[in-house]
């Protein structure tokens, strides 16, 4: 595997998706691209680690919505990658608009003008094969093709869709015309295929030169195209927000690929899977010898057989199970025969319909600063287990509708309230008065925790003006906010 | 249905049982006749009120023992039944044991002469059959006979053991004698048995004279007859401790009713289930029309089929599950197919091995003041939720090792530091200093919730010395501690 830089290609992760079928682990405000499900690295820190010794942070782009612009934010941030240029959409149009909006933003001056277009929540076994893929597929672009990555199938998988692939590219020794963009196909059809040859699955990673694809975005979708020129004239009048309330939500590959004349194919084998669902997830881990795969430290089992269980932090017990999915989490859980891994989505839609705060958002929530738990709530009142990182202090802020009993029962806190400031050790507790400014530090070299007891007729997140914050809070969030 | 008391009749109701089988709705200090498994009132509560139109509560006494003394008495004071005799055994012995004690208890001069023995676990649906058997079994056992209830069998069970009846007692109308006591049949046996009739389910309900069962237990276990009788001889140098050293651990069935010649069955329809498992309770339910069973408030179910599905208060989703149990409670959850409910018991016993608390209690325990739950625990720190019920209050106490930090969130708390007493409203904190000895009272009509922060070396249940004490609870448990 060489690690040489082309500084001709730049990298755009599409990180604005909410997979929800991987719920109750993903939540509309934690959605699976920064959920840590193989390994210790989110499926957004991978993909971008994956493309590093071709592409630096420097020439890559992440584009996601400014509804998780948070969660995306501290994902790059606790892998110290505040430099990757993060572009917010209003909201998400479908990735013929985010690859669009990532084109214009990135601009004609850029040096790089080879595109390489990623989703962020997609695994890749074998990073040698995707380097070399990369540099075929820049090659391929660089003649003006809109290259998509095809992978080789390994079984009649009725969940992707299929590419079929038509004559090698004139002078290369690798890549075919793309003849066809097939859906999702019946099992039979499926089988067909695999027998047949020549037919890929359609990975969503794209790479084609700047202009190519804006030419093509133009010709195929001119109102798309329309819209988002607008934003590259520096009209200060035209806000993003405009713009989005305009232009279709398609597809890049309903929108583009399937229409242009010049796109190809490139085919891969690297370990690719889209991690789609629990059961995509299942087979990626390695089984007993009964066929489970058990994640998570508190779960007993006795006799089940082909099942997938997976416990955050609460004890899970299983008896005699068969090809059933098991996902506990603090405060939703979970069961799903395997075969109806899809429906997890129709079930998170029902959630959202009825308002349910547990298709939104986890009892923990990761912030710079550490991150915080709601043990308990009532009319009136919430308790949070708030755990503040060594060396890290929360905003200076204070709150219209809420006071606030802290007990401290870990390390020594450095606490502010109004302008005096002082030590509050374990044991000890400190009350933050309504509308009193106030700040929560850590000075020293272990985590500090408190118990907050919070009392007041509001006490909701937004309750919060920020006076002063070390992180990328205090400004409205817009598409340049993190640099 | 009479309710003409029968002033011959002492109520003897089995109360020690655990009842691990329903995990995780039941834990070793939580057993299973203290849950409300069927309705509002819990499977002890409901034996007694069944039995009250005949026997009331001067002539009832519960048997369990000193490890749940605590949960047992609970349940009854929640009922005002204070006044039923509490009888403690410093550890289970099995039935024998168990009725032999009562019998010790009750005495002589007892002016009722016939034991009714009620396993304090059981459901019975029709009360006007059981109170019409009390009556018939009263007559029985007035002749001098063991008398057994056994149930008409409804299907073949495998779950029961079995009584064959021979010829007609001479002289009544009801009533047979018991030839046979079977073990827990194979299913081809079991429908042998119902083809052939003349077989019924042995309940573990009995009623005798207390003379005729002390002659019985004295013949047939003669070892555990004269360890008890010292009991009986008011020698206050033996106490019950060193006697259930000694005495053998044996049921009624093997020890007693199998040997003895004298023993009768009355035969009963009356809508009776032991509740063994959670498969039984399944049965006792109404199907919903795929015949599920959803029980709790806060679930989502798609497509799945004759499954159980529990949950206390979080969120449980289910997807295309067939005969399974789901039970969900804030700690701890089981899913477990229908068939194998059995198997539950060897899971606790696996959870006991490995000393989790899930086995032993739950997060939220009742107090005859009201309750607490456990929010968070940590390293030298531990979070509860408390309410206190209108008018009630808190033993005066103090502790060795913890100090706590109250705030309080509904309600204004009567709070008494050493010698001071004062008022704390909503939004108010106070702190308890280690070794103060200290009161939380609730003089209103609404509840008080306080959040309490307790911060210390040690923070077990039992560092607390109680000083004054409204319940039971200053004196060590003894037999007679709850007249």
């Given at each position: 595997?060489?690690?040489?830089?082309?500084?001709?290609?730049?990298?755009?992760?599409?990180?604005?998706?909410?997979?929800?079928?991987?719920?109750?682990?993903?939540?509309?405000?934690?959605?699976?691209?920064?959920?840590?499900?193989?390994?210790?690295?989110?499926?957004?820190?991978?993909?971008?680690?994956?493309?590093?010794?071709?592409?630096?942070?420097?020439?890559?782009?992440?584009?996601?919505?400014?509804?998780?612009?948070?969660?995306?934010?501290?994902?790059?941030?606790?892998?110290?990658?505040?430099?990757?240029?993060?572009?917010?959409?209003?909201?998400?149009?479908?990735?013929?608009?985010?690859?669009?909006?990532?084109?214009?933003?990135?601009?004609?001056?850029?040096?790089?003008?080879?595109?390489?277009?990623?989703?962020?929540?997609?695994?890749?076994?074998?990073?040698?094969?995707?380097?070399?893929?990369?540099?075929?597929?820049?090659?391929?672009?660089?003649?003006?093709?809109?290259?998509?990555?095809?992978?080789?199938?390994?079984?009649?998988?009725?969940?992707?869709?299929?590419?079929?692939?038509?004559?090698?590219?004139?002078?290369?020794?690798?890549?075919?015309?793309?003849?066809?963009?097939?859906?999702?196909?019946?099992?039979?059809?499926?089988?067909?295929?695999?027998?047949?040859?020549?037919?890929?699955?359609?990975?969503?990673?794209?790479?084609?030169?700047?202009?190519?694809?804006?030419?093509?975005?133009?010709?195929?979708?001119?109102?798309?195209?329309?819209?988002?020129?607008?934003?590259?004239?520096?009209?200060?009048?035209?806000?993003?927000?405009?713009?989005?309330?305009?232009?279709?939500?398609?597809?890049?590959?309903?929108?583009?690929?399937?229409?242009?004349?010049?796109?190809?194919?490139?085919?891969?084998?690297?370990?690719?899977?889209?991690?789609?669902?629990?059961?995509?997830?299942?087979?990626?881990?390695?089984?007993?010898?009964?066929?489970?795969?058990?994640?998570?430290?508190?779960?007993?089992?006795?006799?089940?057989?082909?099942?997938?269980?997976?416990?955050?932090?609460?004890?899970?017990?299983?008896?005699?199970?068969?090809?059933?999915?098991?996902?506990?989490?603090?405060?939703?859980?979970?069961?799903?025969?395997?075969?109806?891994?899809?429906?997890?989505?129709?079930?998170?839609?029902?959630?959202?319909?009825?308002?349910?705060?547990?298709?939104?958002?986890?009892?923990?929530?990761?912030?710079?600063?550490?991150?915080?738990?709601?043990?308990?709530?009532?009319?009136?009142?919430?308790?949070?287990?708030?755990?503040?990182?060594?060396?890290?202090?929360?905003?200076?802020?204070?709150?219209?509708?809420?006071?606030?009993?802290?007990?401290?029962?870990?390390?020594?806190?450095?606490?502010?309230?109004?302008?005096?400031?002082?030590?509050?050790?374990?044991?000890?507790?400190?009350?933050?008065?309504?509308?009193s400014p106030h700040r929560l530090e850590n000075p020293g070299t272990d985590p500090?925790?408190?118990?907050?007891?919070?009392?007041?007729?509001?006490?909701?997140?937004?309750?919060?003006?920020?006076?002063?914050?070390?992180?990328?809070?205090?400004?409205?969030?817009?598409?340049?906010?993190?640099?």
């Open positions: 595997m060489t690690t040489a830089d082309n500084p001709n290609l730049f990298g755009v992760i599409l990180a604005g998706g909410s997979g929800t079928r991987f719920w109750p682990l993903s939540r509309s405000q934690y959605p699976k691209q920064v959920l840590r499900l193989l390994g210790s690295e989110s499926l957004l820190q991978a993909t971008i680690a994956r493309l590093l010794p071709r592409i630096p942070l420097s020439r890559l782009a992440v584009v996601s919505n400014t509804a998780q612009a948070d969660v995306i934010h501290m994902d790059l941030y606790h892998q110290g990658w505040e430099d990757i240029q993060l572009w917010l959409e209003p909201r998400g149009r479908n990735t013929a608009a985010a690859v669009g909006l990532a084109a214009m933003l990135m601009g004609a001056e850029a040096e790089a003008q080879i595109m390489a277009v990623f989703p962020a929540d997609h695994f890749i076994r074998d990073q040698a094969s995707l380097l070399r893929a990369l540099d075929q597929g820049a090659e391929m672009a660089q003649k003006g093709y809109l290259v998509t990555f095809g992978i080789t199938p390994t079984r009649p998988d009725t969940g992707y869709g299929y590419i079929k692939a038509g004559k090698p590219l004139d002078g290369a020794g690798f890549g075919l015309h793309a003849e066809k963009f097939l859906e999702k196909p019946e099992l039979a059809r499926a089988k067909a295929f695999i027998q047949e040859g020549g037919y890929y699955w359609n990975s969503g990673i794209f790479m084609f030169r700047r202009d190519v694809f804006l030419s093509a975005l133009a010709r195929y979708l001119p109102e798309l195209f329309s819209g988002l020129a607008k934003l590259g004239q520096g009209n200060p009048a035209v806000s993003l927000e405009e713009v989005y309330q305009e232009i279709p939500s398609i597809s890049i590959d309903y929108g583009v690929m399937e229409k242009a004349a010049n796109v190809a194919v490139l085919p891969v084998d690297m370990g690719w899977s889209d991690v789609g669902t629990w059961g995509a997830l299942y087979e990626l881990f390695p089984k007993d010898d009964h066929g489970n795969v058990v994640l998570g430290q508190k779960s007993l089992d006795l006799h089940s057989r082909n099942s997938l269980i997976f416990s955050q932090n609460r004890l899970v017990a299983t008896i005699g199970l068969e090809d059933t999915i098991v996902v506990d989490t603090p405060d939703a859980s979970l069961v799903c025969h395997r075969e109806r891994v899809q429906e997890v989505k129709d079930l998170v839609e029902e959630l959202t319909r009825q308002s349910m705060v547990e298709s939104v958002q986890h009892p923990t929530v990761e912030r710079p600063w550490g991150r915080y738990t709601v043990m308990d709530a009532g009319p009136g009142y919430q308790v949070k287990q708030i755990v503040v990182d060594p060396g890290k202090r929360l905003s200076y802020q204070w709150h219209h509708h809420r006071a606030e009993h802290w007990v401290v029962v870990q390390g020594t806190a450095l606490v502010t309230i109004g302008t005096e400031t002082r030590e509050v050790a374990t044991n000890e507790s400190v009350f933050v008065p309504m509308k500090v925790r408190i118990i907050e007891v919070q009392t007041g007729s509001y006490l909701g997140e937004d309750d919060i003006v920020r006076l002063d914050d070390d992180f990328w809070r205090l400004s409205e969030t817009n598409i340049t906010s993190h640099n």
